[in-house]
């Protein structure tokens, strides 16, 4: 941590944030240079250091140095973690794909889509049965009767089963039927239930805020990792920025920006990253270019129909259109899907 | 709801999309346009009906006319809503001031600013027992204990008590302490807490989330008023932005905005809206002069000492200068404070 | 165009908005609806017209059906514009690669890695002779003598030429030596350049403003097609958002969007888009498999010793590993690269 | 500067840049942490220093500490500069107030706005005659003969004009009618016309772009400065952020923020800043509270006539009564408007 004193600062508050510094467990090494003094604290770094530093008299800025994850780090654990439940394999050159429904409406719904989405090369099958909705007066989804859907449909069609846990409280009844514990976007810094999912010792797939800084991301798997679960794969699906035709922007770098800083695989999902069914393929196909570990897609029997995001779902024509142009990409680039 | 059609949209594709709206219990009225038609949608809206519109054949777009939120709504209650309790009053002319610490650290910290915040002019304490961190590394608060120290805050100053609930299994506990439940910006759309805290019936603090509208926050306002508690107070703490000289944006013009949509109060956190102990005194005044109902500022006896947050905590003398200058402005304007 | 009225909206707001439609030349077609009236307004729409209408009284928004670009508009011409210049051709499924380095420093220079990016297969030389540059202290290009140099290494290698122009004034000189005028992301909305350029009557590389919307962006390319010249590619180089581990954010689905809005061609500029050498390659390969009809990507023989850019520049050998991986996957698309 | 190493940086790796720091003319300092080494670089900053290094071979990062501006640096000059032309008299406890309309559209016009706004205490008359519009199909403004107009009302009113100029060959022309050379968002970075206006020697108001940081405004005031010119006004008029209730995000904690950074005086704009009319009062009196040296608003005898901008434009009873709020809060505050 550098702490980068004011260009006015005293001797004293030089000598004071230096005593601070060692206080903290740290060595402090003072530069003077030409313009300004900086202090460089040396060691092993808490998380409250900064903080603590930056309110100190005559102390301009404090600059870190480290990152504050660790577990998920690259610098820990050097070789790419795989995550493999049943049918599902990401990560570590084998692309797994997730697609099914935003919500499960009936078990025809959700049998035909399995079915179909497995002929044509999913890996697993996602579906809601309990839906966070912007609107208390939207459909809240099935709850524990859509989760039983699920499982009926891993039943017959051998996939695993990917949903969302919406809170703490409601971890056990969904890891009871579920293969991965999804963490919604909404959710990432909702540390209850990433405490709950820790202990769960199920996968989960952890969606990025979309807010999020590749940080906040990362300390968010840390609190997973640290309760001792290895399994979570993070999931791109776009960012909030100022662009208004598309339903969130879709920042494709963060895969390899991703896997240059942490082990854990990437998952991107171009349904929600665009929002806009006509976008969905192209950015699919970039999604695997760019290094994707995963897709995880939104596919309806009759999107018209759906109860909730009909406008980014892909009927299944679409969708085995994706997947033959995505199977293609990858083979150009020597990964396995 | 006005539905837009493709400029080559076949009249089969009109009269597909009338029917459709005609299905979903609205009135269907087509417009022929120079160079497109469009199809306004005439009746109540339900939740649902955009999303289920926008994936139809040779549909361009689909414009909501209506606000999604109801309760919330000025034009369902035009008088100002002010939240009563204990010593704090906000809205309808009068600004509260809720100050305190960013977490509770002792029994010392908290009575001694408790008591410094009141002599200021503070009508609430805030402090933090159950605390977010982005780092599971980070101090996580005093839990229980921190509540029972804020009650006997109140108990010797008679301040009302804010603190933060962070998920709906401790609603019960927070609320057997505190006067007001705070909904922190991360949990704004963390809907079972947001059910949680509409039903215990004590005035809840709803922040803004760092990405979210305005619709969005008041749809989330909405998911506790629908529960039955009309006490809701806005909470403005800052936006996330490209901006990086300070930790978030702080948007001042949500305030008139929001005065001009909701019945709501709204309250301005300067502290995390700038998180510069150097920016809060001006944002504290302008706050207030873009007509605020109230402020809620981070006051520690030592903000160097902070365990947390302490870059952007006020002393007690910056703080009571701070009340100076507001009940100055809120005198111009017209305000009692 | 949708005037939609407020709540309260009194009959004789909604005559006299009716009656100042149709004095635009409108026609007013006014519908009541269960809970708000609206006025379609029916005809060519003319570029004033929204903020006209937004100030009336009773008005509480006004909607626009139509997109404000027509040339530059996909309805207006169906197939793609294939923009050719001697050696670089740009779209239709022909993927053009403009490479060099951000800025012309010397004859060597320049002419080496003409050489170096001919033969790892560009087709055509980008060079900075004239550098807009954030701070009046930094290296500022060298100007007329940089445009010969690269004069002189079109002459020798036949690659095509793209360098920036920054003035109205300067756009004689630059097209003298130049065959494609580059107009840079901060001067998308300099409506003089553009003017400039449009009469200049050679191809035109429009890159995207750091906060341009897709709209403003072909509104700044109707600029130049309004004064005749048809031959404008778009560039999309990042927007800047909240992310800071990345220069800009890139977003992909630029890509498929503008080829349905559009007819002009789509250029990407993973270099600028990244802002770190590290995440180029995967970038520009994802930039392809999104659709992109060419890349622009600054390479430097040496960029540890670049005047400019060196963090985001590839070297030789980094530049051919990414067309080999480029060619790849444009292949396994159907493109030619 | 503070270059961090990557953590496997290797001692030949370390060595090389220290050497390259060194023959940067800078002094190396290296420090060896627990986990990475730091190489502090002392000295004075060369803009590029910080691009050079960034591509070093095991460089993860490059810290800078000095900020790149200078002249506009509140380091350099302690006291607040005042810039003073005519009636107008911005800066150092004066707040001075720009109104008028956003383009001048006819002689009468722009006479009865002159004389409204003088009479309610603007001390400055604004309007525009060259036009940057973000559609080719929209006014572009009267030109020379607006400029006239500017003029002619000076001479009735005694106001001084504020209008702007949109290209370095206009300046001479503008300059010789106006007092105050304005320069536009969408040109804060047009890099010839802040070296034209640096020249002319008038007065000039910079408007911040609308995704700029504060480094890279107060950089372009740099240009400007370095011309010789020293009387530029800063101007906050919102930034391009997610949110779409407002037209652009009216961020005020600039006001402090550059009072501490700089000594130029800085002017809000809440017409731009917030686009819509009904929020300007709030936002007007909200920037005198956060300690604005000047205002700048749009104010039109009939906004619904308005060729542009009308949706932003006060009417003069609107423009009147936020002048007696704002002078009531200049007065609480202790300033002079």
């Known amino acids: 941590m550098i702490v980068v004193m004011e260009k006015g600062a005293t001797p004293e508050q030089v000598k004071h944030m230096a005593e601070r510094v060692e206080a903290l467990g740290l060595k402090a090494h003072v530069i003077q ?4 003094t ?3 604290a040396i ?25 504050p994850y660790k577990v998920a780090s690259r610098e ?3 070789e790419p973690t795989q995550v493999c439940v049943g049918s599902l394999k990401v990560g570590a050159g084998i692309i797994g794909v997730i697609a099914g429904p935003c919500s499960v409406e009936s078990e ?3 049998l035909v889509t399995a079915r179909a989405v497995k002929a044509a090369g999913a890996t697993a099958l996602r579906g809601g049965a309990f839906k966070p909705r912007t609107s208390p007066y939207s459909f809240q989804g099935m709850k524990e009767e859509g989760l039983r859907l699920l499982a009926a449909a891993r039943q017959e069609t051998g996939l695993a089963i990917v949903t969302e846990v919406m809170t703490s409280e409601e971890v056990e009844l969904v890891a009871r039927y579920s293969d991965v514990l999804q963490v919604g976007a909404r959710n990432m810094q909702n540390y209850r239930l990433l405490e709950a999912v820790g202990q769960a010792k199920k996968p989960v797939l952890l969606k990025r805020g979309p807010s999020a800084t590749m940080e906040e991301l990362l300390l968010a798997a840390e609190y997973i990792l640290n309760e001792g679960n290895p399994n979570v794969m993070l999931c791109e699906r776009g960012i909030r920025t100022y662009e208004a035709h598309t339903r969130f922007t879709l920042p494709l770098a963060s895969v390899p920006y991703l896997h240059h800083k942490t082990h854990l695989p990437v998952v991107v999902d ?6 806009h069914t006509y976008l969905i393929p192209d950015m699919a196909v970039a999604s695997v270019a760019a290094g994707a570990d995963g897709l995880i897609l939104e596919v309806h029997p009759n999107p018209e129909q759906a109860l909730s995001d009909g406008y980014q779902s892909l009927n299944f024509i679409q969708f085995n259109d994706v997947m033959a142009r995505c199977r293609a990409v990858a083979a150009a680039i020597g990964k396995k899907m």
């Open 33 to 36: 240079g030409t313009e300004r």
């Open 270 to 275: 171009p349904s929600h990253g665009t929002g």
């Open 38 to 40: 900086v202090i460089a």
């Open 108 to 110: 025809e719904q959700i």
């Open 76 to 78: 820990v654990k050097k």
């Open 43 to 67: 060691g092993e770094k808490r998380a409250e250091t900064k903080e603590s530093l930056a309110s100190g008299p005559g102390v301009e800025d404090v600059v870190p140095i480290l990152a």
